[in-house]
């Protein structure tokens, strides 16, 4: 079981910046790959990115290219994700997960979910 806890959420203003953490409580973090995922009010929960096991590889969502990075740090068994130039439609709660196997866009490829951080951003 692996128990993941996200912070760093808040409420910024448009053309801001915030950076997410999140931590997980197992011994063996680099054995999963992790993403993270967002959830708008009456939306579809949205792939944000994703980083493998090592941290070599990433993907992101077309929406976030260019403005989100997701790194992770497999010594403090956490996985970042700096989001700069902030937009309204950014807004939401989102999600870290981890995957044991096969990782990417689909939700149902991660085994573990975080409860969540609220982002909001105010125009």
């Known amino acids: 079981q692996v128990q993941l806890v996200e912070s760093g959420g808040g409420l910024v203003q448009t053309g801001g910046s915030l950076r997410l953490s999140c931590a997980a409580s197992?011994?063996?973090?680099?054995?999963?790959?992790m993403g993270w995922f967002r959830q708008a009010p009456g939306k579809e929960r949205e792939f944000v990115a994703a980083?493998?096991?090592?941290?070599?590889?990433?993907y992101y969502g077309d929406s976030v290219k260019g403005r989100f990075t997701i790194s992770r740090d497999n010594a403090k068994n956490t996985v970042d994700l700096q989001m700069n130039s902030l937009k309204p439609e950014d807004t939401g709660v989102y999600y870290c997960?981890?995957?044991?196997?096969?990782?990417?866009?689909?939700?149902?490829?991660?085994?573990?979910w975080g409860q969540g951080t609220q982002v909001t951003i105010s125009s």
């Open positions: 980083i493998s096991k090592s941290g070599g590889t990433t």
């Open positions: 997960a981890a995957a044991r196997s096969k990782f990417g866009q689909i939700p149902s490829l991660y085994d573990y």
């Open positions: 197992t011994r063996t973090f680099s054995s999963y790959a």
